[in-house]
């Protein structure tokens, strides 16, 4: 099999121009194609007027030495190379001790879904509940205003991914294609065959959710348990080594595996692992607000003549401003035709995030704009201080926005001329149970808000109507990523000091995404299946 890399075509071509273009570049006749496929296919938008599709595809040919050995001054053209999955072993027959995994985000339903595979029979452990009664409780909130701090936007099954664009990719180094095992498991699960070769993909909050089902029925037909309701109060541990865990009801599992899954909103987990000894440390994140645009703003400005092209679908953006008080501020997940969500997990506090449906049809985009603090100059000394300084923006947010778990908002217009919004403009706010106009100024820190009054019209010069006075932010956005990391070793991917304790994920502060933490998920349960398989 031969990958043929920059095969560049219009936007508008047929499926025979692929092919045609194919052989051209393989110098053979249609006599000699056998097969092919795409592998990926992004675009290159930096003509608007003549965007191009970028593909990279695999083909089988006759006399495929010969051929590459013909082009072999061609650096695009190369051997396909081998990318299946290959299982690190598989449980011994009898094995007694089931590693338990705490958590049932992309991280934690991977580990559990690798170690079922490799006939481990995890119990998985999740405090929320299963994702078709979380989804009501999430409702709930957004609807009534009415919290469940055990069963919301950040705790129960599929994790805080499950509410949100459903990003599938990432920027991590991946040297033995981990994500091309977690982009297959999502096919199976149910998700659409384009997210193989895509270079965005996505899925969305409606398909997550069968999604997320569907994995667990496989984890439970491999002989995994999956519980939910089931807090985990404290590690049970002995000499620094773990024996198992201890519910919030009082019930015990023992085991000398346990995966650390639990996502970076899991704050009265932290101090409960802290007291016990787990080594910490405080790790950087951002804080910011959300910022909504028309849509059609948005895709003029990135596709031009070509906005609203079924292939490109609704257009997205990246952007970053290097701010003089020193302060970097950046785009983060970015939802093409979303809503802002309400994504509190205690009670008394505001936190926003982003969310897409598959279609991305909604009217408005979004994106968190955020400021990235340090521990070293933020919120030096305790490693767990950076999830106090959430809690008090969060606070802030909550009371700026009328104590109702309403949102604070504000048009850019009046946030750069610091004065409060009385009135909407043409962007009418997604975020439900509902807004509140007021002034942001004081529900972030000092050097953020000046940070970000810098940055709105150095990104107007990079998307065309950016800064528009009618754009609207949406306060806070607080859990961009963990506020702290739980130290593991390189090679054993055990927590530095409680040997058995694998720690993973976002909550643990190694991954950030769906697919980042779904990767980590493989890795753990490859650490764990060899810890195991070694020691007997």
């Keep these: 099999?031969?990958?043929?890399?920059?095969?560049?075509?219009?936007?508008?071509?047929?499926?025979?121009?692929?092919?045609?273009?194919?052989?051209?570049?393989?110098?053979?006749?249609?006599?000699?194609?056998?097969?092919?496929?795409?592998?990926?296919?992004?675009?290159?938008?930096?003509?608007?007027?003549?965007?191009?599709?970028?593909?990279?595809?695999?083909?089988?040919?006759?006399?495929?030495?010969?051929?590459?050995?013909?082009?072999?001054?061609?650096?695009?053209?190369?051997?396909?190379?081998?990318?299946?999955?290959?299982?690190?072993?598989?449980?011994?027959?009898?094995?007694?001790?089931?590693?338990?995994?705490?958590?049932?985000?992309?991280?934690?339903?991977?580990?559990?879904?690798?170690?079922?595979?490799?006939?481990?029979?995890?119990?998985?452990?999740?405090?929320?509940?299963?994702?078709?009664?979380?989804?009501?409780?999430?409702?709930?909130?957004?609807?009534?205003?009415?919290?469940?701090?055990?069963?919301?936007?950040?705790y129960g099954e599929g994790g805080a991914g499950t509410f949100s664009d459903g990003k599938l990719y990432s920027q991590i180094k991946d040297p033995k294609h981990l994500g091309h095992k977690v982009?297959?498991?999502?096919?199976?699960?149910?998700?659409?065959?384009?997210?193989?070769?895509?270079?965005?993909?996505?899925?969305?909050?409606f398909r997550l959710v069968s999604m997320v089902e569907s994995m667990r029925a496989n984890i439970i037909e491999l002989g995994g348990e999956v519980r939910f309701s089931s807090k985990v109060e404290q590690l049970i541990l002995k000499n620094g080594q773990v024996e198992g865990v201890e519910l919030a009801n009082g019930d015990k599992i023992h085991s000398k595996h346990v995966v650390?899954?639990?996502?970076?909103?899991?704050?009265?987990?932290?101090?409960?692992?802290?007291?016990?000894?787990?080594?910490?440390?405080?790790?950087?994140?951002?804080?910011?607000?959300?910022?909504?645009?028309?849509?059609?703003?948005?895709?003029?400005?990135?596709?031009?003549?070509?906005?609203?092209?079924?292939?490109?679908?609704?257009?997205?953006?990246?952007?970053?401003?290097?701010?003089?008080?020193?302060?970097?501020?950046?785009?983060?997940?970015?939802?093409?035709?979303?809503?802002?969500?309400?994504?509190?997990?205690?009670?008394?506090?505001v936190v926003t995030n982003g969310m897409s449906q598959y279609s991305r049809n909604e009217r408005n985009a979004n994106a968190a704009i955020v400021v990235g603090i340090t521990p070293e100059v933020d919120f030096p000394g305790h490693p767990l201080a950076g999830i106090e300084l959430q809690r008090k923006w969060e606070s802030k947010a909550f009371e700026?926005?009328?104590?109702t778990y309403q949102a604070p908002v504000q048009k850019l217009g009046d946030f750069l001329a610091g004065k409060p919004s009385t009135e909407f403009g043409v962007v009418?706010?997604?975020?439900?149970?509902?807004?509140?106009?007021?002034?942001?100024?004081?529900?972030?820190?000092?050097?953020?808000?000046?940070?970000?009054?810098?940055?709105?019209?150095?990104?107007?010069?990079?998307?065309?109507?950016?800064?528009?006075?009618?754009?609207l932010f949406t306060g806070v956005e607080t859990r961009t990523s963990s506020p702290v990391r739980i130290k593991r070793d390189n090679d054993s991917l055990e927590s530095i000091n409680t040997k058995g304790l694998f720690p993973a994920g976002e909550g643990a502060g190694y991954a950030g995404g769906i697919l980042s933490a779904g990767v980590d998920g493989i890795k753990i349960a490859e650490a764990v299946a060899l810890s195991i398989l070694n020691a007997r």
């Design 1 to 154: 099999m031969l990958r043929i890399n920059e095969v560049k075509l219009p936007l508008d071509h047929s499926e025979d121009e692929l092919k045609q273009a194919l052989l051209k570049r393989l110098a053979v006749p249609e006599s000699d194609l056998i097969s092919f496929t795409i592998f990926k296919r992004s675009y290159d938008a930096r003509k608007r007027a003549a965007i191009l599709l970028i593909y990279s595809l695999d083909a089988e040919v006759k006399n495929e030495a010969a051929v590459l050995k013909r082009l072999s001054a061609d650096r695009h053209i190369m051997i396909s190379p081998d990318i299946e999955y290959q299982y690190v072993g598989h449980a011994p027959e009898g094995l007694t001790d089931r590693p338990v995994v705490i958590g049932t985000g992309p991280c934690g339903l991977f580990a559990g879904l690798l170690l079922a595979q490799m006939g481990f029979k995890p119990i998985i452990l999740e405090r929320g509940k299963a994702v078709r009664e979380r989804t009501k409780d999430t409702w709930g909130l957004w609807r009534k205003g009415e919290l469940n701090p055990e069963s919301n936007v950040q």
């Design 183 to 205: 982009l297959q498991e999502f096919v199976k699960a149910g998700a659409p065959d384009e997210i193989m070769y895509v270079s965005k993909p996505h899925i969305g909050t």
């Design 260 to 349: 650390l899954a639990i996502g970076h909103s899991a704050r009265d987990t932290f101090y409960k692992l802290f007291e016990q000894g787990v080594y910490m440390e405080a790790k950087a994140f951002s804080l910011g607000f959300r910022v909504e645009h028309p849509q059609t703003l948005i895709d003029t400005a990135r596709f031009g003549p070509s906005a609203g092209h079924p292939i490109l679908g609704a257009a997205d953006y990246k952007l970053v401003h290097h701010a003089s008080n020193g302060r970097s501020v950046y785009s983060f997940c970015m939802c093409p035709g979303g809503t802002v969500v309400a994504a509190a997990s205690e009670p008394g506090r």
């Design 400 to 403: 700026a926005g009328g104590s």
């Design 428 to 471: 009418v706010p997604s975020y439900t149970p509902g807004v509140h106009l007021t002034d942001l100024a004081d529900c972030l820190p000092e050097y953020a808000i000046t940070a970000i009054r810098e940055a709105m019209p150095a990104f107007d010069k990079q998307i065309k109507g950016f800064g528009m006075a009618d754009a």
